[in-house]
């Protein structure tokens, strides 16, 4: 490698970043990769960060932790990949040997979890260090859209391993997703391997109702305008098999607790920020279940197929396309996004 300096998004304290040059990243253990990055995203958790509502994350840190690139160097323990071979970065970092790795729980990994763009330098630059890139990388096969693999970093396997198989959906299920956000449309998209009978999206944002819609949602309901709770009540018998919450705020949370039925699951896929109130004292005679979780990214090897094979077009998701150029100008539309009409944005290398 060549350049000792390179451009890179980096987080200067609540409210304030910079698009700047800094150091390329170097291989620090045996076990680690440098990769040239070609293609990477913006996700809500890091608008969450640059609030400042992460305090984890520290002054002088490089966000991002989505992504796809080519690998430009390896430290001498990696076998799976070699220099110049093209991979998904996960945003889970597993190490593979540890108890939670081998329960493939890699979210607690002991030696990772989610550490990118967090706790150590992430994706939104030039080139990022993988730790442990054995098993936090994946090939990309030959011919694939690479912007649609984007979406196999984290959303799509968020909304489907906390949403979907956290919510076990089944076929002929009710199921509502309450948020249209892009891991509501992961969602969304994914609970469709399992024929549910209803697919209902909640949202205050009217395009993305439209979106959802198109997307395979057979009900959309607008709750700026309506109970959505209420609706769905008088819709069905008693209430949905699954719901599934994609915001992470109380009254997104509510809904779900007041649309499940008896024996039916919540599946939280939402960052809450602050505590909500569970009203146990109508719930406990139910036989719900309700699950929480931050993604293992253990499926990504199953989705990949499926982006393959074009049975899951996550490349729908995409909204807006930049160049690493325009960095900044792509958070002014993320962070805006409902009067931007975005969901993913893609921002890409000019050469590659
Ligand atoms: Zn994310
Ligand atoms: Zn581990």
């Known amino acids: ?37 070609a293609k990477t995203t913006i996700c809500g958790t890091d608008l969450h960060i640059l609030k400042g509502d992460v305090p984890a994350v520290t002054d002088g840190r490089i966000l991002g932790h989505e992504g796809i690139g080519v690998v430009e160097e390896v430290g001498n323990a990696v076998s799976n990949f070699k220099q110049g071979e093209r991979v998904i970065i996960s945003c889970i970092t597993s190490c593979g040997k540890c108890e939670y790795c081998k329960k493939q729980m890699y979210s607690h990994c ?12 992430g994706t939104q630059a030039e080139y990022v260090r993988i730790p442990h890139a054995d098993n936090s990388l994946y090939a990309v096969p030959a011919g694939t859209d690479e912007e649609a693999l984007v979406m196999l970093s984290d959303i799509l396997p968020t909304g489907f391993e906390i949403g979907v198989l956290n919510g076990a959906v089944k076929p002929g299920d009710i199921v509502a997703i309450v948020g249209a956000g ?23 944002d009217q395009s993305r109702l439209d979106m959802a819609k198109r997307f395979g949602a057979t009900e959309v309901i607008d ?7 209420e609706i769905i009540r008088s819709s069905t018998k008693d209430g949905v098999d699954v719901a599934i919450e994609a915001v992470g705020i109380r009254p997104t949370f509510d809904v779900c607790q007041h649309i499940v039925r008896p024996g039916g699951h919540i599946a939280n896929v939402g960052v809450h920020g602050k505590s909500v109130e569970f009203e146990i004292q109508k719930l406990w005679i139910k036989n719900i279940t309700l699950t929480t979780g931050l993604v293992n990214t253990n499926t990504t090897p199953m989705l990949l197929k499926t982006v393959e094979s074009k049975k899951l077009q996550p490349e729908k998701l995409i909204s807006h396309h930049f ?13 805006n996004a409902a009067t931007e009409k975005a969901l993913k944005v893609i921002i890409s290398r000019d050469s590659d």
């Open 110 to 121: 002991e030696d990772g979890g989610w550490i990118l763009g967090h706790l150590i330098d």
């Open 223 to 229: 709750s700026t305008k309506v109970d959505a709770a």
């Open 1 to 37: 490698m060549e350049a000792v300096t390179m451009k890179a998004l980096v987080y200067k304290g609540p409210g304030q970043k910079s698009w700047e040059s800094v150091s390329v990243p170097k291989i620090s253990r045996p076990t680690d990769a440098i990769v040239r990055i």
């Open 323 to 335: 160049t690493f150029e325009q960095f900044p100008q792509a958070y002014e539309v993320f962070g």
């Open 182 to 204: 892009p891991v509501g449309m992961a969602a969304l998209l994914t609970a469709q391997f399992y024929s549910p009978s209803r697919l209902i999206m909640i949202d205050l």
